[in-house]
């Protein structure tokens, strides 16, 4: 037996944009007609299908939610993102290996909106985008695991430390490792400045190489054979960059400070 | 052929149902034949549709979600276990007030699970429901909160606190009152008893009554024109136990906003 209320939410793209526009309060019919950016004509049969469902209330001018309209529609907000995130870039998500991300992430990760993938053209391989450089240099503090070691970044973070940029850096063993043995000078510059907060993750599962500031998320997740296939993810929407910070805390919490004062 | 996501996961019950029973775990082909009663003509177009969009794969004869269709199958579900719940008494839930209840635990109500509603029988009107009587006795430690005082429910918990169960019991002012002025005597009995304890909320709950034992869960909830119409809410399933035990959390942790608790001596 097909559920009337998933019929009402997912056969119809207008009801739900309605349903899920009216989740963030009351509205009037002037504000859904400049939201959709249509002809009050075009949201009238929506409207009524909505009400007489009982999801939508319409006391005097404005439409809300109904209490069990709430209930659903916040449980469709979550489902919705998914779908959506996967939908857009299929073919990225497919190939990706999500086991870096903690199930309780995991659950949420259609909180990455207006994601878009970002893969650098062959002669410019090695230089990330610079819609990247440009927020990550306009940022107040910055949260980044290096699980893969990338030449430029050292240079990079110095310039921004130098800026007065918070920053806390979570390193894995093996680019630690990789920096003691042919980045010393580096190493030691960025171990020196004040602003920096080294911290180094020594468990076995790698996590993806992130950055995570005030206006930008930036993911490099890893494929299905584990590598690294130069495609990352962006996004300056504040609820990715809640969800990126929320996934760096994850890794942050598991890794220990490496002292200023080490040689 | 590719369809969108939204039209794979939603728009055919049969890959709707594939995807849950695999979300349980792989199935062969038999397996998923017989468990979702249908033919290999009739499920085939659907099992090859959600392989094209890469929700499910085959290894050999098995069939299992890939990641991708993990994560969504299990955002799918929250929407459908409300759905559910919704639409098996949908007069009741639109009526209800739900002021009483925070933001994040209304929209988990799903965790209410398989919950039956009760409807009062008119000629019981003016007793306590039996399902609620009748599981008392059954609970080994009882967490209530009143803001109404039915005349037989003191000595229903002094019965159970004497035999032994731990009973935390949250009271409104106006109950307290009640007890003091008509039902001193039970009171003092069960203020006697080490294990049992009440406690005075000073910012009542907008809600008639709430129990959660170890063994059920009992939900009274106000209309919408904040009446009590004694259609309560019974459920056995362990999320709905854990659900109510948030709700005390959240009525005795936000004490400044709902109520302040004082302990009697």
Redesign the interface.
């Given at each position: 037996?097909?559920?009337?209320?998933?019929e009402i939410?997912?056969?119809s793209e207008k009801r739900r944009k309605i349903l899920l526009l009216l989740l963030s309060g009351p509205k009037s019919p002037e504000e859904m007609k400049k939201e959709f950016g249509v002809d009050w004509r075009s949201l009238i049969l929506p409207l009524k299908e909505l009400k007489e469902e009982?999801l939508v209330n319409n006391p005097e001018r404005f439409y809300e939610l109904?209490?069990?309209g709430?209930?659903?529609v916040?449980?469709?907000k979550?489902?919705e993102?998914?779908?959506n995130l996967?939908?857009k870039d299929?073919d990225y998500?497919?190939k990706?290996?999500?086991?870096a991300i903690p199930e309780y992430l995991?659950?949420r990760?259609?909180e990455i909106e207006d994601s878009i993938i970002t893969e650098p053209e062959l002669n410019d391989m090695f230089e990330p985008p610079k819609e990247f450089i440009d927020h990550l240099m306009n940022s107040k503090h910055v949260h980044s695991i290096f699980s893969i070691y990338h030449p430029l970044y050292p240079s990079l973070y110095s310039k921004l430390a130098e800026k007065g940029t918070e920053i806390s850096i979570v390193l894995t063993e093996a680019v630690l490792e990789r920096m003691r043995e042919d980045r010393q000078e580096e190493l030691k510059k960025i171990q020196s400045i004040e602003n920096i907060n080294l911290l180094l993750y020594k468990k076995e599962l790698c996590p993806p190489p992130i950055v995570v500031t005030d206006n930008l998320f930036s993911a490099s997740f890893f494929n299905n054979q584990g590598m690294y296939d130069h495609r990352d993810i962006m996004s300056f929407s504040q609820s990715s960059l809640k969800w990126g910070k929320e996934l760096f805390k994850y890794y942050q919490k598991m890794a220990i400070e490496i002292s200023k004062s080490e040689d | 052929m590719k369809t969108s996501l939204i039209n794979t996961v939603w728009f055919s019950e049969k890959r709707k149902n594939v995807l849950l029973l695999l979300y349980e775990g792989e199935r062969d082909l038999e397996q998923i034949k017989k468990s979702l009663n249908v033919t290999t003509r009739s499920i085939m177009p659907q099992i090859k549709t959600l392989k094209n969009n890469n929700l499910i794969e085959q290894k050999q004869d098995q069939f299992c979600l890939t990641t991708i269709g993990k994560t969504i199958v299990k955002s799918m579900l929250p929407f459908i276990s409300t759905s559910r719940i919704v639409e098996e008494n949908k007069d009741f839930w639109a009526s209800r007030n739900f002021d009483a209840i925070p933001p994040h635990l209304f929209s988990k109500i799903k965790d209410l699970g398989h919950y039956f509603l009760i409807e009062p029988d008119i000629h019981y009107m003016f007793e306590l429901p039996r399902e609620f009587v009748d599981n008392i006795p059954k609970s080994k430690s009882i967490v209530t909160f009143i803001s109404y005082l039915h005349p037989t429910f003191l000595s229903l918990y002094l019965k159970a606190a004497q035999a032994g169960t731990n009973i935390s019991l949250f009271v409104s002012e106006n109950v307290l009152e009640k007890m003091k002025n008509e039902y001193l005597e039970q009171f003092n009995e069960l203020m006697k008893i080490t294990n049992a304890t009440i406690f005075l909320c000073k910012e009542n709950p907008k809600i008639p009554m709430v129990t959660v034992t170890d063994w059920f869960c009992y939900i009274c909830l106000f209309n919408e024109e904040e009446r009590y119409d004694h259609r309560d809410i019974i459920s056995f399933d362990e999320s709905s136990l854990k659900w109510c035990n948030k709700l005390f959390d959240y009525y005795k942790t936000n004490t400044q906003k709902l109520c302040q608790i004082t302990e009697l001596v």
């Open positions: 037996m097909e559920s009337s209320l998933t939410v997912w056969f009982g109904s209490s069990i709430k209930l659903i916040e449980n469709v979550p489902i993102g998914v779908l996967f939908e299929a998500w497919v990706r290996d999500l086991n995991l659950e990760i259609g | -």
